[in-house]
């Protein structure tokens, strides 16, 4: 009832056109990229302009209705899963670069602009956007801000926080704040920070300033292949330890490799037991002196091909593997879970060993793909759901592979969020007291727990119900797992 009085006040107030109640129409948006958790939502808004924003959420916050934003839904945690009585508000029309100034190196977008189309944008001014997920043609910028996204490039220059200056933002209340703006810093608590990785928990931003990145004189990129991830993850190890911060480190294992050559047909070295991707860029004569010392921390490593790209067509060539990774392992599986955890660097070798061991255990497949610079690994647990028991045992190795993670020192997700998926794993990694603090921080914000309830944390809580212990609130029932 409630929902139907916020479509009829919205309708009115931002235009029938952009609020949706048919069931099938509701059904598009009923998973993220994460497509085996679905809830339909109760009303979808398409949201114009920030004003359609500030409309919605003060409808919700009024009627006590929860919402979800939604960006482009290529989220792989189930950030933007909608919620069965609530609202899902759609940003991806948002798509206006409001300003570009390169003289200071900042963009100002709307949320719903496409990653590429900031670098797309600022090239002609020679600048780009940094943070580079492997979705960026994609995604879109309000969902780099929610996850704090990464991508390859991030070893060297940071993730999406180290790369936001300034948000507005419409709060849980329907009240729109600034948080932040051109300049690099501001006085108070970093609340921008707070924002950015809060995974649509603390409001919706409806504008993001970011930083751009000057174009680097030199970009050398070369590929190294080994017998063994052991050889690569040495090679990673070395680089560094050597005090060489490549712009990425990037490592595909063999069956990684193989999905790879059988959809973009990159043209890998045969044999390799997993290759290594390193690109260096910056002024041109410290770019030279550092390849010529990569090249040789790879040769001692145990590298038996080294390929280095002539030009950008090569260059582009070897990154057509890379970044066509995740999508190419359905040529060799009908299904898989994308699995995101960090590991410190020194311990690859170790857990790419265990990782093989205890899929060896459960008879299924994993794939590695991931930034190799970072310890961030992506492994792609592969299974059959037409095959009876296939999916569970993956879960449980995908669940194992977290506990790895955890086990060596690690974190539960590099780049992709908590969301859903992952709230059951927090209390693994955090005690009472932290999630509890978390939470505090999440009252400040939501105190009615209007915005995306039911992401990141394990238990439903509700602000300030009992003091030191936060219980019981919307929660998320109605979510299927398939
Ligand atoms: C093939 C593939 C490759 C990928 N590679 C990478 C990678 O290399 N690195 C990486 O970090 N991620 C990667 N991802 C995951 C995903 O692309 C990122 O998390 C991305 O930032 C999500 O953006 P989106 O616009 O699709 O957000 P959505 O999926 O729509 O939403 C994600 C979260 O952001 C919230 N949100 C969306 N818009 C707003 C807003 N305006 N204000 C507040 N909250 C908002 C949602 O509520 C949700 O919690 C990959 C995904 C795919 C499918």
Same mark, same amino acid.
């Given at each position: 009832m409630r929902i139907d009085a916020i479509a009829a006040r919205l309708r009115a107030e931002i235009g029938a056109d952009r609020v949706l109640s048919d069931r099938q129409q509701l059904r598009t948006y009923e998973c993220d990229g994460l497509a085996h958790y679905k809830v339909i939502p109760a009303l979808v808004v398409l949201a114009g302009s920030e004003e359609d924003v500030v409309a919605t959420v003060r409808a919700c916050a009024e009627a006590h209705v929860p919402f979800v934003a939604r960006g482009s839904?290529?989220? #792989?945690?189930?950030?933007? #899963? /909608? +919620?069965?009585d609530g609202v899902l508000i759609v940003t991806s029309q948002l798509r206006t670069i409001v300003e570009l100034r390169p003289e200071d190196e900042r963009a100002v977008v709307q949320?719903?602009?496409? %990653? #590429?189309q900031v670098t797309k944008a600022a090239t002609p001014f020679g600048h780009y956007y940094a943070?580079?997920?492997?979705s960026q043609q994609i995604c879109s910028i309000g969902g780099n801000v929610a996850e704090n996204s990464g991508g390859a490039h991030c070893l060297k220059y940071g993730f999406t926080t180290n790369h936001v200056t300034g948000l507005r933002v419409v709060a849980p209340d329907g009240d729109l704040v600034e948080l932040g703006g051109l300049a690099p810093d501001t006085p108070g608590y970093d609340l921008l920070g707070a924002f950015v990785g809060s995974e649509g928990t603390l409001g919706i931003a409806t504008e993001v300033t970011v930083k751009l990145t000057r174009l680097p004189e030199t970009v050398r990129t070369l590929l190294a292949a080994f017998a063994s991830t052991d050889q690569a993850g040495a090679a990673t190890s070395a680089i560094i330890a050597a005090g060489v911060v490549p712009a990425a480190i990037e490592m595909m294992d063999a069956l990684s490799i193989e999905a790879a050559e059988s959809a973009v +047909?990159? %043209?890998? /070295?045969?044999?390799?037991?997993a290759v290594l991707i390193v690109e260096l860029d910056g002024p041109s004569a410290e770019v030279e002196a550092q390849f010529t010392e990569v090249t040789a921390l790879c040769e001692q490593a145990g590298a038996f091909e080294i390929r280095v790209a002539a030009d950008d067509a090569e260059r582009q060539l070897i990154w057509r593997g890379r970044k066509s990774a995740f999508a190419a392992v359905g040529r060799i599986s009908p299904d898989y879970i994308v699995q995101d955890g960090v590991i410190p660097r020194t311990a690859l070798p170790e857990v790419l060993r265990r990782i093989n061991e205890v899929a060896d255990e459960h008879g299924v497949r994993v794939a590695n793909v991931f930034h190799a610079g970072d310890g961030n690994l992506h492994p792609l647990v592969l299974f059959d759901d037409g095959v009876p028991g296939e999916a569970e045992r993956a879960e449980t190795v995908s669940g194992a592979i977290i506990d790895l993670c955890i086990e060596h @020192?690690?974190?539960?997700?590099?780049? +992709?969020?908590? @969301?859903?998926?992952k709230a059951r794993y927090m209390p693994r990694m955090f005690s009472d007291t932290d999630l509890e603090t978390m939470h505090l921080v999440r009252c400040a914000f939501d105190p009615e727990n209007l915005a995306n309830p039911g992401k990141i944390f394990p238990t439903p809580r509700l602000c300030g119900e009992r003091p030191g212990r936060h219980r019981g609130a919307l929660d998320h029932e109605g979510a299927e797992v398939f």
């Open positions: 839904g290529t989220g #792989l945690s189930g950030g933007a #899963l /909608p +919620h069965a949320p719903g602009v496409i %990653n #590429l943070p580079d997920p492997s +047909h990159c %043209n890998y /070295p045969a044999g390799a037991g @020192g690690g974190s539960i997700t590099g780049e +992709h969020g908590v @969301g859903v998926d």
